[in-house]
């Protein structure tokens, strides 16, 4: 039997703030001209944003949902990171069900895709990785989610982690291998990347490694990976996320940007200040995809966080100093394009054949969008709707 194509018709929506139009959707996609006999969501004039793809988010850390977790102070990553697995230890309230609260709630806020990166370390086991695996199946209908096995306690550091690494990777639990800071925290840079790359390379998974270290220090780890990239084939397989020592760069952020770019490694930024975010049209004009991310959401580390990509794209704006609509609209272009291009999934850009994927505000126009941040009215994705009001359905 021939299955009979899935059509709706979403009237009166305004792509991107533009006029008023029909919106066909056929099986999942944007389809061209006119259709009979299909469902048909009223719309009510509003503007249609892409959808948002959140390239960095720790799921498996958070306290979303949880009773108030009162930080205590934390000199650096190490002491961040033992608070991390008292976090883990304490809560009730297992992985699995954490992320899946806190990942729902991003889809109500308009997320389609996220990248989550989980701990990894003899602390937890697999317990991360599992955990966020459980609440990506649970909401597949909704969200694509790529998971990290995350070393956040390093490998030279944390006896033990490279075995587990390789554990999630085998058994499937994780789809991409991490890293973080191999000289300044691990003190192990090549022995670190060395064991990254290889099993990046024996396991056929992409590479997506945390990089705080900044100056000449960064810049050599950013050349470092850049050069096992195009060592193992691994172009367009390979991210970054924060690489601080790119802004900092100075008189060398040409050259840096350009072996990034020639070499197909891809950044991302979570737009924390105005001296760290990365300057997201420079690293363009060298070839170089950059996302943005929510990274972690009222954890250990900070009582801050939503995983709302759009407030997101708002703080992006911000911190870049955006004053015109073009520089407005470019924040949001990252938090949707960039990060679809990052992850790997094609752009939902209301074109015939892109996903439907999209999401509905009131509003005038899109920068002002990004500077109001409307609640969001409708999610779709794939042509269905997933979230009305803020409330999954």
């Keep these: 039997m021939t299955a009979h194509p899935s059509t709706t018709i979403f009237r009166d929506l305004r792509p991107l703030g533009g006029d008023p139009v ?21 719309c009510g004039g509003r503007v249609a944003l892409p959808t948002l793809v959140d390239a960095h988010i720790h799921p498996d850390k958070t306290t979303w949902g949880e009773p108030w977790y009162s930080r205590r102070p934390a000199r650096g990553i190490a002491e961040l990171g033992e608070q991390d697995a008292e976090v883990f230890a304490t809560l009730p309230t297992p992985v699995g069900a954490r992320a899946e609260r806190l990942m729902g709630h991003a889809v109500t806020r308009g997320t389609r895709a996220m990248r989550a990166h989980a701990d990894i370390a003899p602390a937890y086991g697999l317990a991360g990785v599992e955990g966020v695996r459980e609440a990506a199946r649970n909401l597949a209908h909704a969200l694509d989610v790529q998971v990290v096995a995350f070393p956040q306690h390093g490998v030279r550091r944390a006896p033990g982690t490279a075995e587990l690494m390789e554990e999630a990777l085998r058994t499937g639990a994780a789809d991409l291998i991490g890293g973080i800071d191999p000289t300044e925290f691990d003190e192990d840079p090549t022995g670190q990347l060395d064991l990254v790359f290889g099993l990046a390379d024996r396991y056929g998974v992409g590479v997506d490694i945390h990089l705080h270290e900044g100056g000449e220090t ?17 172009g367009g397989k390979v991210t970054v996320g924060h690489a601080f020592a790119v802004p900092q760069a100075g008189d060398g952020f040409d050259a840096l940007a350009a072996a ?16 760290r975010v990365l300057p997201v049209e420079r690293l363009r004009g060298h070839g170089v995809l950059v996302g943005l991310g929510s990274d972690g959401v009222r954890d250990a580390w900070s009582p801050f966080g939503d995983a709302d990509m759009l407030h997101r794209a708002h703080q992006l704006a911000k911190v870049s100093r955006a004053r ?19 992850v790997g999934l094609p752009a939902a850009d209301f074109t015939p054949g892109a996903p439907a994927d999209f999401v509905l505000v009131e509003g005038e126009c899109t920068p002002q969008v990004v500077v109001d941040l409307p609640p969001r009215n409708l999610v ?10 803020g409330v999954l359905v």
Excluded: F, K, M, N
Excluded at 22 to 42: C, S
Excluded at 260 to 275: N, R
């Design 380 to 389: 779709v994705r794939a042509g269905r709707v997933v979230a009305r009001d």
């Design 22 to 42: 029909d919106l066909v959707v056929v099986d999942g996609r944007v389809a061209a001209g006119p259709a009979d006999g299909a469902e048909v969501v009223d």
């Design 218 to 234: 960064g810049a050599r780890t950013l050349y470092a990976i850049a050069e096992r990239t195009r060592a193992l084939g691994l």
């Design 324 to 342: 015109t609509d073009e520089q407005l609209d470019a924040a949001l272009d990252t938090a949707a394009h960039g990060g679809a291009a990052v």
């Design 260 to 275: 990034l770019g020639e070499a197909g490694v891809a950044l991302t930024t979570v737009a924390s200040d105005p001296y």
